[in-house]
C-alpha cells in the first residue's frame, strides 16, 4: 500500500538528514549494532548515575575529616549537574567511532595489538598512576571477555573499512574508556570526581560487557556475519593478521621473533629471577617449534604457549630465592624445561604431554593452597569481629588529599582480591604476596605467600604511601605470551613508524 502524501514534514526531514548522515554510508547491519550497543549502553550509563547519588553519599558517610566529606558532597553536586551532558557526550563519541568505520582515508592511525594504556589513553599519558589504573581496568574486561571480543572484532571486520581488533574495536573496553573520559574532559569534569567516577563506571558498565558483545554477537549471527565461526579461527584471524603487517614470511623472520619474545620475558619484573633464568633456557626449543607451526604465534591454544603461559603463572609468586631443591613446584618445572631444552623437530604429542602432566600437579598444588588462604581469611575474619563493647576511638582528621592522593586511593581500591604485590622491604629483599581479603571498616589489606599462610597485613593509608613511592609494585598476572606479544607487536610498529 502506498504511503506517497502522508509522510509529514518531520519525518521527511529525518530522512533527509538519514540520507546525508556519515552513518547512512554505513552497512545496515552495521548501524543496527550501533543503535542496539547505543541502548544498552544508555541504559547502563542512567544505572551508573542513579547509583553515583547513593555511592558518594555513602563514601561522604564514611568519610574520616570534614575536606574528605567535602569532596564526596562536592562530588555529588558536579554529577548531579553534568550527567546528562557526559552521558550525551559519550553517546556522541560511539556514534562518531562507528561514523569512522566507513572513512578508512579519515580514520585515525591505530596500533593493533598496543597495551591498551598506551592506545586508548593518550589523555592520560602524563601521569604514570592514572594510566595504570586505567589499564587494570581494560585488562580485566579482556581477561573475562577476550573471545566473544575478538569474535566480535573478526565479524566487524567484514563490514568495515578500517582493520579492528580488540583494542581499537568501537565496543572494545579501551574504546569505551576513552568515551567516557573524553564526554567527562569535556565537561570540564574535576579530577578527583573523574578518579571517583571511573571506579563506577568498571563496575555498572565495565563489568556488564559480555551481554554487550554476546547481543552484538548474535545481531551479527543472525543476518549472516560468519555465523560458523570457530573460536580458533577468530582469535587466530585477529593476531594473524597484526603479525603479518609487521612480519611479511613468518617463517624468515621466526628468528627475529622468539627473539624479541624471549628478550621481553628477560626483562620482564613480573617475573623473579629465578624463573627468567629457567625460562632463558628454552629459546632455542621454541624457535624450533615456531619454525615448524606457525601456530605458535597466532593461536592462544597452541601447546607450547599455554605451558609458557601456565608455568609463568604458577610461579608468580616466587621469590629472589625460589631455585630450592626443597621447593616442589621449582623441581617440577625445572624438570618440564629440561624435558623442552632438549625438544628437537616437531614433536607436539611431547608437548601435550608435559602440559597435561604439568596441569595436574599444578592442581593438585592449588587445591591445598586454596584451602590453607581459606583457612587464613577465616581466621583474620574472626580475629577482626568488634568486641562486644569496643573501646571509644579518638577519629582523627585527614590532611586534604591532593590530586595524587586520590590517585593513590583509586589505585589501592583496583587491588582486587586475588592480586598478586611486590614489596620491596630493603635494598637486597623483595617480598611476593596475593591478597586474600579486606577486613573493613578499617581497610585492613591481609596477604599471603604463595603457600597460603599469612605475611603481611597493611592498611589503605600505608599501602597508598607504597604505592605511590614504588616500594610495593602491582604485578601484571596476564598471560606471559600474551603480554610479550603485545610488547612484540608496539615495539616493531614503532620501528617500522620511524
Known sequence: MQNDGKVGPAHRITTEWAMHSPLARLPVILLQVHDKAAQQLRTELHVLFDNADETLFEMADKAQGDTEQSLFFEAMRDVRLKRKHIERGFLEHLFEAFVRLAQPENSEPTLQGVVPAQAAFSLMADDLERAQVTSAMVSRVLNHNQLA????????????????DEHNNPLGPAKLCEYFLQAERDQGVDIKVKLIMLRL???????RTQHLYADANQLLIATGVLPDLSDRTSCCA???DALAQDSPGTSENASNLVGLLFDYIRDDRNLSPPLRKLLGLLREPMLQIAQSDQNFFSCDSHPARRLLNVIAGAAIGWGASADDCNDLLYRKIEHVVLQLARYAGNNPALLESLLHDFSMFTRGEFSRIELLEQRTRDAEQARSRPKLQPAPVQSLSLPALDEQGHLGLLLVSQLRIGAWIELQEDDNTRLRCKLITILEPEGTHIFVNRLGAKVLEKNRTDLIVQLRS???LLLDDRLLIDRALESVIDSLRQSGAE
Open 238 to 240: 585477529v593476531k594473524t
Open 201 to 207: 563506571f568498571e563496575k555498572y558498565l565495565l563489568s
Open 470 to 472: 614504588g616500594t610495593v
Open 149 to 164: 571480543l575478538c569474535q566480535l572484532s573478526t565479524r566487524l571486520n567484514t563490514l568495515s573499512c578500517v582493520p579492528l
